[in-house]
């Protein structure tokens, strides 16, 4: 009898353990998250803080709201589709009602109803539009993020569209890429102010997308950037930063197509930025 209720009291001494062992390992990875979390939070913060003090010390206006989410991306590989002429003006049989299109709600219905091949996978690009010269630059979207090279030029006359240019590509799926997490757009920011603007300048979009390089091939990569535009009054300048490592590439002028997975004969891919580079101080 004496044993019996030995085993019963060991039994219930082990069962106790063992839910006081698993209670502390709870708590312990509990706290571990926790304390990752708040790192992150700091991390963001301090980030944050030193952006506004670099802003403040040189005038700069960010006119644009900066996300705060930590994000991870990955590289994808786009097959160009060379049916698609980019470099092509295309004329509309059915020309298309600017304001249908630029309208809010019916923008989307009035895509997928054009002639324009899949422009429905297409977004309005705000930075590369340019009204007064009549041309409305669309770019194409990959997992709701654009694909900054990818457009559609409207050439619009008498409030219609009547002709258009195209670049259009395919992800491939096959390809696996591990993803990676991204600098924050404030240090993408904090990395121009620094180093590449000049005083009073104010920044209107910081945007993240896909950006690559221009080459003679129809299969090519495309790496996360931020895009931050730049707006100096008659000057509009473009700065794409590489979102994995920070490199910044030279700013473009305006808003030229140049169509993704063509590389114009005797011209070169742009290259990236130097600190040192002082034409970008314009006074």
Known sequence: MGEIMNWSRAKTILICSFLLLNMILGFQLWSTNRSN???????????????????????????????????????????????????????????????????????????????IPNFSLYQLDSTLSKDGQRKYVFTQLYDKLPLF?????????????TSYRQAYVEVESGVEQTETKLIPAQLAVRSLVDNYLSEGSIITEVRLGYHGQPYNSQTQPMFPHWRITIDNGDIRDVYYVQAFNGAVESPQKGSELAPFGTQPEGEKAPSTAKPDDKSKDKK
């Open 37 to 115: 979390q708040t790192e992150v939070s700091l991390d963001t913060s301090g980030t944050v803080e030193e952006l506004n003090r670099a802003l403040r010390n040189k005038n700069i206006r960010l006119m644009d709201e900066l996300p705060t989410d930590i994000v991870k991306m990955k590289v994808i590989t786009v097959k160009y589709d060379d049916s698609i002429k980019p470099g092509e003006e295309k004329p509309l049989k059915t020309p298309i009602n600017m304001s249908n299109l630029l309208g809010k709600g019916a923008s989307k219905e009035v895509q997928a109803q054009s002639e």
């Open 149 to 161: 090279d990818v457009k559609v030029e409207l050439n619009e006359k008498n409030g219609e569209i």
